[in-house]
Each structure stands twice: as structure tokens, then as C-alpha cells.
């Protein structure tokens, strides 16, 4: 049996997301997606520094400051809303919906294997007696 060059291999995965997130309807849920998250916050600070409102640069400058830390799932928020708000709007687009659909189940059902192993292999070191008492 003939492999594939690793190169190609990885091509094919990524081809269907590239075609996914290139898809215009896509795009455009997400730009929608991370104004609501994100962009009001840029436009406050933006807005509240020319036209001098302290308590809009404020609240814009405090959310931003949340957004830049370590570690926050803002990503995973607007890709969520961006699927949404895909939904409301183009419920028509059943491929992309799909798609997302069925990669949202492969992460699961990984996620739940590794869960397992993890608790597997978790349970085995308990069981195991401790040999540095005898």
C-alpha cells in the first residue's frame, strides 16, 4: 500500500475548511459576530476619547483590557455567535451549517476519548499498591 506524502495529506484536511471559512456567508456572520463581541468595545474607546466621554472610554477600555488577558475564550465565544447568527441569516446554507455540524461532533467524540484514557489511566495509578512502603 502506497502512502500519501505528508504534505498532500494535509492539504486534503484543510481544503474543506479553507473552502468553509472562505464561504461569504460565513464571513460575513462572523464580521457580524465579532462586532458584537469585540468591535462596540473599539468604537466606544475610539468614540469616547474624541468626543471626551470619560464613562464610554471607560467601560470600552475595561472590556478590552478583558479581551487582551490570557486565556480568554473570546474566540470560542464570537465562532459561536458568528454560527448563530449564520443560522438567523442564511438558513439556507446547509453546507457550511453541516459542516460545522459534523466537525462539532468529531471534537466531542475526541474529547470524550481522551476523557476516558485520562480516567483510565488516572484509575490505574490508584489501584496500583505503593511499593516504596514495604
Same mark, same amino acid.
Given at each position: 500500500? *502506497?502512502r500519501k506524502? =505528508?504534505?498532500? $495529506?494535509? *492539504?486534503?484536511?484543510?481544503?474543506? #475548511?479553507?473552502?468553509?471559512?472562505?464561504n461569504?456567508?460565513?464571513? @460575513?456572520?462572523?464580521?457580524?459576530? #465579532?462586532f458584537?463581541t $469585540?468591535? #462596540?468595545?473599539?468604537?466606544?474607546?475610539? %468614540?469616547?476619547?474624541?468626543?471626551n %466621554?470619560?464613562?464610554m472610554?471607560? @467601560?470600552?477600555?475595561? #472590556?478590552l483590557?478583558?479581551?487582551?488577558?490570557?486565556?480568554?475564550?473570546?474566540k @470560542?465565544v464570537?465562532?459561536g455567535?458568528? @454560527?448563530?447568527?449564520?443560522r438567523?441569516?442564511?438558513?439556507?446554507?446547509t453546507?457550511?451549517l453541516?459542516m460545522?455540524? $459534523?466537525?462539532c461532533? &468529531?471534537?466531542?467524540a475526541r474529547?470524550?476519548?481522551?476523557?476516558?484514557?485520562?480516567?483510565a489511566?488516572?484509575?490505574? *495509578?490508584h489501584?496500583? =499498591? $505503593? &511499593?516504596n512502603? *514495604?
Amino acid at each position: 500500500m *502506497k502512502r500519501k506524502h =505528508p504534505k498532500l $495529506n494535509l *492539504k486534503d484536511k484543510l481544503r474543506p #475548511w479553507l473552502r468553509a471559512l472562505t464561504n461569504p456567508h460565513l464571513l @460575513i456572520s462572523l464580521a457580524i459576530a #465579532w462586532f458584537i463581541t $469585540n468591535g #462596540w468595545a473599539y468604537c466606544a474607546v475610539g %468614540i469616547g476619547w474624541y468626543l471626551n %466621554i470619560p464613562t464610554m472610554l471607560k @467601560i470600552g477600555s475595561i #472590556w478590552l483590557g478583558v479581551l487582551w488577558m490570557p486565556g480568554t475564550p473570546e474566540k @470560542i465565544v464570537t465562532f459561536g455567535v458568528a @454560527i448563530g447568527v449564520l443560522r438567523l441569516l442564511f438558513p439556507e446554507d446547509t453546507r457550511t451549517l453541516a459542516m460545522v455540524r $459534523n466537525k462539532c461532533r &468529531q471534537l466531542i467524540a475526541r474529547t470524550k476519548l481522551e476523557w476516558q484514557k485520562f480516567r483510565a489511566r488516572v484509575s490505574r *495509578k490508584h489501584d496500583q =499498591p $505503593n &511499593q516504596n512502603k *514495604k
